[in-house]
């Protein structure tokens, strides 16, 4: 009896170890097989073309003949605004404005303003949201959302829209509202101080414009007389290079040939020491300068701003 007992136990046990043996087996075959996925999932990825996966060949080419269609402009200065007629909704100024929106904005904000634009999923912060007047950065009255179009939003991706005028600014406001009755109504002190700030019933000065595309691309093609200026413009801060302002440059540039040419396709900066200072704080990295440019004191940046004006001027043919 005892003998039957224990040979029930001895074949039970090598069940058990059988089980187990081929669950061992298993555990192992299984993780080959994980790593064997992952190896090849890794071999797939460093075949990828990310510009085919991202960018369609119509995307691309739609690009690129859009960098051939942007003209220069030269500065000019844009007609007086009445703020206060302006910021007073009228149908003409919103259809005006919608059009202007759907050109520029929709893209990222998207076409209902809520911002779910295609091009703005991958942004960080994401657009604005405009159907929800709450938490915005600089305020969703009139003037605020006006120093935005202006200035831009630094390390977002909202743009400065400095060069479209006054109007069409003011334009694309008052379709953003249209989104939300419920936007805050600005004060007559309000509306004054923004004409004081910008000038605006004075008429604005547009700075002169080059493209993007052609303003990163003058290292690579030959565009004559701008690209004579800009290495006339190198030729004299690397014969001065123990001069104080130059020093002040290199250490606060990370790609000189880049600083020079983000400072030439937007002359804006030449105007006063404050605008320089706002244009190279606004996103550094993107116009060849370092991030530590936010930390420079007035006097470095005054000095920096003077003797660039000099260089950009002596450089002119």
Sequence with gaps: MSHNSDHKNKSRFNVFSLFRDVEKFYGVLYMLLLVFIVYLGAKYVKTLDYNKLFYSPEMLAADTNMRALLPVKKGSISPPVDVIKFSTPNPELIAKGKDLY?????????ETGTGNGAAGAALNPPPRNFVNPQLWKNGPKISNMYVTL???????GMASFS???????????????????????????????LDEKYSLSKG??????????????????DYDTVKADLNRAISLIESNKKDTAVIIFNELVTNKNKALNSLAANTKWSESADEFAKFIGTDPLDKGFKASV????????????SYLKSVFTKSKA
């Design 102 to 110: 759907n050109t520029a904005c929709a893209s990222c904000h998207g």
């Design 163 to 193: 060069t479209i005028t006054p109007e069409d600014r003011f334009a694309i406001i008052q379709y953003v509202q249209t989104f939300n009755p419920a936007y805050p109504k600005d004060s007559p002190e309000e509306l004054a101080k």
């Design 204 to 221: 604005v000065k547009t700075p002169n414009q080059i493209p993007v595309g052609l303003a990163m691309e003058l290292e690579i093609l």
């Design 294 to 305: 936010y930390q420079e004191s007035p006097d470095k940046l005054n000095l920096l701003y």
């Design 150 to 156: 202006q200035e831009g939003i630094p390390n977002t």
